[in-house]
Structures are given as C-alpha cells and as structure tokens.
C-alpha cells in the first residue's frame, strides 16, 4: 500500500490578513486573551490535520472563524506590540547593544551599520527601527506595509557564498515567530535556516564582536518555564547543537529574550531532539521544538 503523502506545511501561513488598519478599541486584556485564544485553536487544527482528522479541522476552522478569524487576531497582535502597550521586543535587543561600547559609532560610520533580518514583521517603526544603526530587511507572509516584504522565510533563498560578505545578516530576529509554527519539527526547521542568512563578524576584534553574527529570538515564556517538552536546558542544547551560545538572556512575566551568537556551522551527525516530557502535570503546555 503506497504511502500517503504529506503536504509540506508553510511555517507561518494564513497568519497575518492583508491590509489590516488596527484598531484602539481592544483593551490589553482582551488583546491577550484574543491572541493566546488564537494560538491555541491554530495549534488544535494543525494537530487535527496531521491527525487526518477532517471533521474536526473542519469544527476548528469554524471556531477560529466566529472569534473573529485572522482579521481579529492581526489587529490583536499590532496593538500588542504598540508602545502604548509596551510590546516592541526590539528595545531589548537595542538595550543589549547599547551595553556595548561602539553603536553610537556605529550609527554615525557611512556604510558600516548592522544589517537584520526581521522575520515576521508587524511594523516599521519600532525601536530599532528607528535607532539608525540598522539596515533593516522585514519580511512577512502578508505585508501590511511597502517597507515589509511579502515573503515566507522558509522559501527566502540563501546568499551566495561569495556574495554573504555583502548580503547576509549580523542580526536575524526570530519575534515571537517560532512560537506560532504550529508543528515542532517544522521550528527545528526554522532554527536550522538561521544559519544560512548570517554573515561572518565583519568587527573582529572590538567590543561589538563579542555578539555578532546573532539570533534574535523571543519566545512566551510559559514555552520554556511551563512546557512539558521544553526547558531552558533542552533549549540551550539545541541551539548549542545548531552552533551557538547564549550571550544575553531576559526573563519576564509573559516573555523570554535570548540573543544567540552564531560560533560555527551546524555539527553534522549531531544529537536528535525528539518530543520527549521532561516535565509533568496537568498545568504544563505542549510546546515543543523538535531537531532531526
């Protein structure tokens, strides 16, 4: 009997509707509830239809669709991460660097800012947006804006090798983005491409080079201190496996930031992290990621 074929799943697909206009009228709380509320269902169909579970996809589909679908959850999201609300992630990142003798000089140097890959982007005026320091390239599945490209990063093609000098990234930001994959190999997947688009420390040497090439990554916290098949240790060995080391880490209520200095290519013949519990209870989320 032949085996079926699986549909290769699109990593963030069907998230962000296009030309949304946010809206004032959620208020925090409701922002919250919205978009975890979303996050959950999308997790459900995505097991259903792995599952071939049609009628219950079907059932989800429909639940997503009456709390108001992913017009809802798109206006939900853009609020949140409002400065009103204090959800703009990079200002971590900023901080971080700011730390660090040198991105004053940098900012004023003609033809030596960072260049970052934003995946997922939102907006256009965050942070590091704004700070001058950055060359910044957004992508997203469904641009809401000129200056975000429409583009899925599990298809953004790699640099050259003889062209990455020039066309790759010091700084990929992975913002609340892994979380959203609803299937955890496909964000060891994600994880993995990261690699590709990064470009060698072009500062060896001073300050600055103790960070750079680096991974962005920003995760709900209850990912990785309330998951059954996650923790901080099981992270950290998976990026590690994958060539990095952790150089900064932020902890608070409802997030984790994490910049990630990539050391080296991806070891080959390296360790499997499969979905194992390492964490009992019945209050413990399924967040997992999954490497090959």
């Known amino acids: 009997m ?12 069907s998230t962000r509707p296009r030309n949304i206009k946010p809206t004032p009228s959620l208020s925090s709380h409701a922002t919250r509830t919205l978009v975890r509320s979303h996050h959950t269902l999308r997790k459900q169909l995505s097991c259903a239809l792995a599952q071939g579970d049609d009628f219950k996809a079907e059932s989800i589909k429909y639940e997503i669709e009456a709390a108001g679908g ?3 959850y798109q206006e939900a ?16 990142l900023l901080q971080w660097l700011l730390e660090v003798k040198g991105l004053e000089l940098v900012r004023n140097a003609s033809g030596k800012k ?10 256009t005026d965050n942070t590091c947006s704004r700070n001058g320091a950055f060359e910044m390239k957004r992508i997203d599945l469904h641009s809401q ?6 583009q899925d990063f599990m298809e953004l093609p790699f640099p050259a090798t003889e062209d990455l000098d020039q066309e790759g990234f010091d700084i990929v930001s992975l913002s609340l983005v892994v979380n959203f994959v609803g299937d955890p190999a496909q964000r060891g997947e994600m994880l993995k491409r990261v690699e590709g688009f990064l470009r060698p420390c072009s500062r060896d040497g001073d300050e600055m080079s103790e960070f750079f090439p680096t991974l ?16 901080e ?14 150089a900064k880490r932020k902890l608070s209520s409802k997030l984790v930031y994490y910049l990630w200095r990539y050391e080296g290519s991806v070891k080959k013949n390296s360790k499997v992290f499969k979905k194992e519990e390492i964490r009992s209870g019945r209050s413990r989320n399924n967040f997992a990621i999954v490497l090959r």
């Open 2 to 13: 032949a085996l079926k074929k699986k549909a290769r799943p699109r990593l963030l697909s």
């Open 233 to 246: 240790e099981k992270l950290k060995s998976i990026l590690e496996i994958l060539g990095y080391t952790m």
């Open 77 to 92: 999201s853009i609020q949140g991460q409002s400065a009103e609300r204090g959800g703009d992630t990079s200002k971590v």
């Open 216 to 231: 962005f990554l920003v995760l709900p916290a209850p990912c990785v201190t309330n998951s059954r098949y996650l923790d």
């Open 70 to 72: 992913l017009r809802k």
């Open 114 to 123: 960072f260049r970052m890959l934003e995946v997922g982007a939102l907006r």
């Open 145 to 150: 804006h000129s200056d975000i490209e429409e």
